[in-house]
């Protein structure tokens, strides 16, 4: 098992913020009035939160089943929930509409197949898929500016976003040496590699700083 936590050092950034209802009356009415961007969210500790953390290396002939439950992406009081997420190659997407306005959710990746899906207050559900491993792949709304997500798409279960708390968990793993990569949209990506004995746990701690780094000592 490889456990960890995203820490911060240097200034804020300004987060972006808009007013909606220019755009919606409707996102307006119902309490998001205005609405920040989620790029930079540091927790009460410190740490940062979204950030994705996978496993690298690769696994050989090691396979690994696909996980029959769906990962869901909603659209919710005129945001994306969640923000940051990961998923399987060949795993289910399944996107909700929340909200009883028009959202659309347009995927523009880079080694997968594009798409563009209009979500009215009638078309309450739709689904996808990604066929190969992406790191990572931005989602964004036309009708709202400020909607947007990432996801990463792994070809194994290794994998996690940081939470409420900034840590992380992968595993358990294989006896064996791994490079883990952290990425965040707004301060790029760090490394480490960590050699793991049979039945053995490591800590492992990111610092992100103001300016990109990347790697880690």
């Known amino acids: 098992m490889i456990e960890g936590s995203i820490a911060f050092h240097g200034s804020l950034p300004e987060p972006r913020v808009w007013r909606t209802g220019g755009k919606d009356p409707w996102c307006q009415r119902n309490g998001q009035d205005q609405i920040a961007s989620e790029?930079?969210?540091?927790n009460t500790n410190g740490t940062l939160r979204n950030v994705f953390v996978y496993i690298s290396s690769s696994f050989g002939a090691l396979q690994f089943p696909i996980p029959a439950a769906p990962v869901i992406l909603d659209q919710r009081g005129c945001r994306y929930l969640p923000h940051v997420f990961g998923l399987r190659v060949?795993?289910?997407l399944e996107i909700l509409n929340s909200d009883s306005t028009l959202?659309?959710?347009?995927?523009?990746?880079?080694?997968n197949r594009a798409f563009n899906i209009g979500m009215t207050r009638l078309l309450k559900k739709a689904s996808r898929s990604f066929d190969r491993q992406e790191i990572m792949i931005p989602l964004h709304c036309n009708v709202h500016p400020w909607m947007s997500a990432f996801a990463g798409v792994v070809d194994h279960p290794f994998f996690a976003v940081t939470n409420t708390a900034g840590t992380f968990e992968l595993g358990p793993l294989p006896p064996g040496e791994y490079e883990v990569l952290a990425w965040h949209e707004r301060f790029g990506i760090l490394k480490h590699?960590?050699?793991?004995q049979a039945s053995e746990n490591r800590q492992v701690e990111f610092i992100f700083q103001t300016q990109p780094n990347s790697t880690n000592p």
């Open 90 to 92: 060949g795993q289910t």
């Open 103 to 111: 959202h659309n959710v347009h995927a523009s990746p880079e080694r």
């Open 39 to 42: 790029d930079v969210i540091i």
């Open 193 to 196: 590699r960590v050699k793991l």
